[in-house]
């Protein structure tokens, strides 16, 4: 009969395993347990789910009364959450400290520095997080009441409804002598009103756990709280409204009619980011090189045009492409064949190994009119999404959506989507090395998908002048996602600008440009995530050119062994694919373009 091994005894043959391996080498193939695990995983798993704990236990219930799995809202710290997630991550920094670096494989000392970065990260951001509370405490001075009365329904602690309901009266009083001090303020910064908004929100939240806890259950409790708990919860409501309205974005820029509201981070916080994301430019230079390579697109942009019979005058030869469009109800077949053209190529010249399920079971569906108000285009990950016009839109709409959904636009921008982009990534990213997914950056998200469009450019996948066109188009616009996102986030530019530039430079429709540069600032994304898409693919070619252009790795090596490294920084990649001397201190250096060629 057949004896399961103990989990012990697994534990000490990967650890075995992993004392007895020695790196070879560069460029070469991991020990198959490296492809899942290092010395540091246990670590990183237990630090994730520590700190998951942490915001489960201290942030409030938003009860699932159709089954036993409970859901938690997603709210703002509050001083308790926000202390103990300072003193666990600290407490990590310390376990870290005590790791004998040294020791460590190249697998090892990536995921140490990558697990210290983002500790680092978090904790700079819980600072950040406490000295905007601080300021705003004397307009929310009421909520140590509703934190308190929260900390005991932790733990069900029995509650004379009488007394709470006296409680959520004075909480009542004071809330309405701190709006009344808010409301009289001529504004306040954006991140501050925002701040007391959430805040609001996040009592607005945690008092309600409170109240659904103990209401209908304990009967002096259902006697005496429900009147003044509505009252409450609607004035939180009120004062939460009356916050963001007050706020103001501290910057020189005039209203600009686009109604596009967001909030410039500013050169400073820009450069933080940067850091954080192990790119070592400033904003200015990245600017610079986001120019260089428009330059390059230009050039190009005008062969092709040249090659159309338009001559210099690329935007009638764009505009022969965008009029390309499928006639209406046949946009899924063309994303089909478009997929198929990208796959056949890719296989056809060995670049990477694609497994057969991830083939079989990549999905699609269509686009909401809503979504399609701030994606124009189509998207990708498990599934991909098709953006293009229904019914229920007007003329003019759909005209441009399916003119910005063209074959020659669409065209160099399925296999980013699909595979071997998104959802390659989506499939392998969660069966390799998944418990680096905290450490996932838009750098790799972005980076790989937009490389294979750069990778596919120079090996010809664009044939005829028209596709050239199309995959220029998408090009263009990456690098004026550079352009335009820094330029407001330094306070040069104002939406409106933004849009312009979209229409005027990279050649747009209106609409679609409207719908980019309100996606990329209304706050669902990281300030950086624009950048991304060109300054990960651009460090992801000069990687390429290091190992594959150099001889020491197949294109098929490269990309296999990149992607199963997860979603890490690319420098981190380097780092492992080259077995680069580490520090425990590591900071980010890599220059990955050269700004002389």
Known sequence: MFTTPSKGYFTLLITFSLTIYAFKGKAQTPNILYEQTSETAGLITRYGQ??????DFYSPYNVNEHAEYQYKMDVLNSPEQRKRLTEVNNDYLKQLDKTEFSALSIYGKVDYILLKKKINFELLGLKKEDEQYKQITKYISFADGIYALEQKRRRGTYLEGEKVADELNT????????????????????????MTRDALLGLKGRLKDFYNFYNTYDPNFTWWVPEPYKVLDKALQKYSDLAISK??????????????KGVPIGRQELINQLQAEMIPYTPEELIKLANKEFAWCDKEMLKASQEMGFGNDWKKALEKVKNSYVPVGHQPALIVKLYNDAISF??????????????ETWGMVMMSPERQLVNPFFTGGKEISISYPTNTMQLQDRLMSMRGNNPYFSRGTVQHELIPGHNLQYFMNSRYKSYRQDFTTPFAIEGWALYWELLLYDKGFAKTPEERVGMLFWRMHRCARIIFSLNYHLGNWTPQQCID??????????????????????????????????????????????????????????HDAAIKENLIPVEMLRATLTNQPLSKDFTTSWKFYDFNK
Not at 171 to 194: C, F, R, V, W
Not at 247 to 260: E, F, L, P, R
Not at 508 to 514: D, F, L
Not at 522 to 535: I, R
Request: aromatic share 6%.
């Open 346 to 359: 890719i296989k056809e010249r060995d670049l990477i190994t694609i497994p057969p399920l991830a083939e």
């Open 171 to 194: 909480i009542l009083k004071e809330l309405k002598t701190d709006s009344s001090t808010y409301h009289n303020l001529q504004g306040l910064d954006m991140p501050l009103a925002k």
């Open 50 to 55: 520590d700190i998951s704990a942490i915001k």
């Open 501 to 558: 530039f979209l229409v005027d430079r990279v050649g747009h429709e209106r609409a679609n440009a409207e719908g980019e540069v309100r996606r990329s600032f209304k706050g669902d994304y990281s300030p950086l995530y624009q950048v991304a898409y060109l300054l990960g693919g651009l460090q992801l070619m000069e990687l390429k050119k290091e190992m594959v252009d150099s001889g020491k790795m197949t294109y098929k090596q490269f």
């Open 247 to 260: 706020g103001k974005i501290n910057t020189t820029q005039k209203a600009d009619g686009s109604g596009i």
